[in-house]
């Protein structure tokens, strides 16, 4: 769905950045909700976010890290 999500964005000429805004569109998990996350800016400079909970128990010492990683731990 989150990639779903950036290809829309990027179609509609809406950037998208993650959490650590590091250049770079990787989806980032906030570990102890678990939930993955993407951020763009609308038309009009609002900061607004795609989210969406993850199956499975949080894990808080991971912190944030990228989908890959959590995917990895998963």
Do not use: C, S
């Not at 998208?16 to 763009?40: H, S």
């Amino acid at each position: 769905m989150l990639n779903k999500a950036k290809q829309f964005l990027e179609e509609n000429r809406l950037q998208p950045y993650n959490f650590l805004k590091n250049g770079t569109t990787e989806p980032m998990v906030f570990a102890w909700m678990p939930a993955v996350a993407i951020y763009f800016n609308d038309a009009d400079g609002n900061q607004l976010e795609f989210i969406t909970l993850l199956e499975g128990a949080g894990k808080p010492e991971m912190g944030v890290v990228t989908y890959e990683q959590w995917l990895e731990h998963n």
